[in-house]
């Protein structure tokens, strides 16, 4: 297809240039978290640790048939309904969760629970769920092979490409490819999977950031806040059909 040759090129023609512009990044970005404090850290920083004591160990085939067939008895709505078999849900009014990674779709589960994500409809569907189901389903879903996407606007691949892997100097708006990587597979465990990802998901995720709607990570609130939706929309777009 055109336009996915064509995001090819642009991704093989600036990969050289992003190793650089990478570096360059994470220079001025620390020197600015050192200036203000109110800038989100840079992953780098923090310590990743897969197994984390007191945590319920993970069994995703458990995960598996609560995903599938959900459990009337426990008012648990099988997850496979709106988001598709293995993860791969149909429409970008659902998200796709395949191949996500693990501790931050339980974060999310976690988040809907608690209120700090507030959406009616997976409010209703957490609320059912024991932090050990919401643990399985996670593992199940992280060993999903990964949904690729395609762009749909010609118009602003390139806005949305500069925003990804370079961020708006101008306006203080970090690299995305900084925490998200330059591929959009994410830093596991907290920087989520974003390639292949419904734009209109995406765009969504975003303006529920900057509305205060999300209110479950200070570091993308801060980051939304900067964009308009033109530039929401257009790095959405871009994040589908990277990868
Ligand atoms: C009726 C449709 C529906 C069902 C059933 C449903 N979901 Fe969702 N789910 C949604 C919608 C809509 C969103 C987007 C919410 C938002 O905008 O914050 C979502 C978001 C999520 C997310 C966040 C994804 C991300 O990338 O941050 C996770 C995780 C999730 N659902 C897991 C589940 C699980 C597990 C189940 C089954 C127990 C389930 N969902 C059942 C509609 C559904
Ligand atoms: C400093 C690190 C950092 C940077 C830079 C960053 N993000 Fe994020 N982003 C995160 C974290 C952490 C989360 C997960 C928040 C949570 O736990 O709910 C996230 C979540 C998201 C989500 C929600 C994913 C989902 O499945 O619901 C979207 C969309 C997103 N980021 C887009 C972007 C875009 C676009 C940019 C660049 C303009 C960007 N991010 C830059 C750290 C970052």
Redesign the pocket.
């Known amino acids: 297809m055109r336009q996915t040759s064509q995001i090819s090129k642009l991704t093989s023609l600036s990969a050289g240039f992003l190793a650089l512009s990478l570096t360059v990044f994470c220079a001025s970005f620390s020197a600015s978290a050192l200036a203000n404090d109110a800038m989100?850290a840079?992953?780098a920083a923090e310590a990743v640790k897969p197994e984390v004591p007191g945590k319920p160990k993970s069994d995703p085939a458990a995960g598996e048939a609560l995903y599938s067939n959900g459990d009337v008895s426990r008012g648990v709505v099988a997850c496979v309904s709106c988001h598709g078999a293995n993860g791969k849900s149909a429409s970008g009014t659902w998200?796709k969760l395949a191949a996500q990674h693990a501790a931050?779709t339980a974060?999310?589960l976690k988040?809907f629970k608690e209120g700090t994500r507030a959406n009616p409809v997976m409010m209703g569907m957490a609320a059912a769920l024991t932090e050990q189901d919401m643990v399985n389903i996670a593992a199940y879903m992280a060993k999903q092979e990964p949904s690729l996407g395609v762009a749909q606007n010609k118009e602003t691949i390139e806005l949305g490409q500069s925003?990804?892997r370079g961020?708006i100097a101008a306006k203080g708006?970090?690299?995305?490819a900084?925490?998200?990587s330059p591929t959009g597979a994410g830093i596991p465990a907290?920087?989520?999977r974003?390639s292949g990802?419904w734009a209109e998901y995406?765009t969504a995720?975003?303006m529920a950031f900057r509305e205060g709607v999300r209110k479950?990570?200070a570091?993308?609130t801060i980051?939304a806040t900067k964009?308009s939706d033109q530039e929401m929309k257009a790095?959405a777009d871009y994040m589908a059909g990277l990868h």
Not at 173 to 176: N, R, S, T, Y
């Open positions: 989100p840079a992953p998200p931050y974060k999310q988040n925003i990804y961020g708006v970090p690299a995305c900084a925490c998200h907290q920087y989520p974003l990802q995406s995720q975003l479950n990570s570091q993308m980051i964009l790095v």
